[in-house]
């Protein structure tokens, strides 16, 4: 997970996929937080993305770094641990502008049952367990 982890943290950016009925939807994400042991991503209630996973919690993303991309697929769960909301603001500070832990738009989610594969055109993939 650490791997994963520093991998999409080096990227900065790296792209989501959610489903919207029998839409596939793609969008760029640039959170991603190690907190207790799971990988966290972040949204705003307020957004399209946060029915999205709450009607069909299976994503995928994806994530390049010039050499090797990484795609993560698995289940997100939406975590309400003020905590956790605390952990990733304090990993952006930036979004403070934005969002603060409890005030009802902040949502965190972290991924189970995830596996990660990593690729390029000159090795063979891997993947990996979270």
């Known amino acids: 997970m650490q791997e994963v982890y520093e991998f999409l943290k080096k990227c900065g950016t790296y792209y989501l996929a959610t489903m919207e009925g029998n839409q596939p939807r793609v969008r760029p994400f640039g959170t991603i937080d190690l907190y207790n042991g799971r990988l966290y ?3 705003g209630r307020s957004k399209k993305v946060a029915d999205q996973l709450k ?3 299976h994503v995928e993303l994806c994530a390049f770094d010039g050499q090797t991309w990484v795609r993560v697929a698995g289940q997100i769960v939406l975590d309400p641990d003020i905590k956790a909301q605390e952990h990733m603001l304090d990993a952006y500070p930036s979004l403070k502008a934005m969002y603060a ?7 965190v989610y972290y991924l189970k049952n995830a596996t990660a594969t990593f690729s390029s055109f000159t090795a063979p993939s891997r993947t990996v367990e979270l």
């Open 41 to 43: 991503i972040q949204t």
């Open 55 to 57: 009607d069909n919690g």
């Open 101 to 107: 832990p409890g005030d009802g738009n902040t949502e």
